[in-house]
């Protein structure tokens, strides 16, 4: 396209104005400015588009003609500007999000219905799709939030720290692992281990836990579903690693058992990722910090200690606790 708004917006006020000094004032151009745009204007074009009569830019026929868009291109941008601004007092609009890890899709529900009592016409997609590289999804510009425990360094992003959670073995209460204070990355050698569906080397378990001791499980079953991983370590098929808060109901029913990862413990530290935009909306921010000050499934309690709420649990579940 040869011609640019500041073009249109250059032969509306020469035409409305009648001379290339007032339309100057008018724009906040200095003559010589505009008469170099509007120079560069015919120039693209090829024609003239004002002759000078005592004194007096009159339009010539393709002036006209441009004039005729400038006044429906302009009032059409200004109508989309009103229209944003209307969008962005009413709260309304698109939320486009994705987590790190398919068991957070268990909480985020409970979130979305507080937040959608306050923000009722924004839309929220949950883009299960991006789980793999949230990251990756919302540098492409196909998120607008994407909530993770990797917070590698970019220019472009911004993090806001969530909540804590603890990643723990689970087993039937009859395996060997079930009376240990915690187990090591060399106890799951001769193990079966059932993990989520995805690369080792994105696997964060196989990443910061097992490759770093140069371990790898006697057979490992990649699945996709939380539930499936589940009741596939109920049958007694074999282990698996897991946020405590994810399976804290099956642990207080006595349907599974739950061990750390080595005597201190393995936690993870949840955060808000978002592109660093000034202009990013109110509803995005207030959604963030709906997320911070909730903070499920992970609360700070007196004493210090952080804690985690299940559904169905009768009180709270120390993640200290063995």
């Known amino acids: ?54 004194k007096r830019m009159i339009l010539t026929p393709a002036g006209q003609r441009l004039l005729t868009s400038a006044d429906t291109v302009l009032g059409e ?27 957070c899709y268990h909480w985020l529900p409970s979130m979305l219905k ?3 009592q ?4 924004v839309e929220v997609q949950i883009m299960v799709e991006a789980t793999r590289r949230p990251l990756d999804a919302l540098l492409d510009g196909k998120l607008d939030l994407a909530i993770v425990h990797a917070t590698p360094r970019n220019p472009r992003l911004v993090y806001k720290p969530l909540f804590e959670d603890e990643l723990v073995a689970i087993m039937r209460p009859d395996h060997p692992f079930a009376s240990r204070p915690f187990v090591k990355a060399q106890d799951f050698a001769d193990e079966h281990l059932i993990v989520y569906a995805m690369p080792k080397e994105e ?3 196989f990443r910061k836990f097992l490759m770093p001791a140069g371990v790898t499980p006697r057979r490992v079953s990649q699945v996709q579903l939380t539930e499936a991983v589940i009741e596939m370590v109920k049958a007694g ?17 006595g349907a599974l058992a739950a061990v750390p990862l080595l005597s201190r413990g393995f936690h993870r530290q949840w955060s808000a990722a978002m592109l660093k935009n000034k202009s990013a909306p109110a509803y995005l921010h207030a959604f963030v910090e709906l997320l911070a000050n909730n903070s499920l499934p992970v609360e700070q309690h007196s004493g210090g200690k952080r804690r985690v ?10 993640l200290k606790a063995g």
């Open 309 to 318: 709420k299940a559904a169905g649990l009768p009180a709270w579940y120390d």
């Open 237 to 253: 098929l074999g282990v698996s690693v897991m946020a405590r808060w994810a399976v804290a109901p099956q642990i207080a029913s």
């Open 1 to 54: 396209m040869k011609l640019e708004i500041r073009h249109l917006k250059l032969i509306r006020a020469i035409a409305q104005e009648g001379s290339v000094t007032k339309a100057g004032t008018r724009l906040h151009l200095t003559q010589s400015a505009l008469s170099h745009q509007l120079r560069d204007a015919e120039e693209k074009l090829g024609v003239p588009l004002f002759t000078r009569l005592n």
């Open 77 to 103: 941008i200004k109508r989309a500007e009103e229209d944003i601004r209307q969008i962005a007092l009413s709260g309304e609009g698109i939320l486009r999000l994705s987590t790190q890890c398919y068991t």
């Open 114 to 116: 507080l937040y959608q």
């Open 203 to 205: 696997n964060m378990i």
């Open 118 to 121: 306050k923000f009722p016409r």
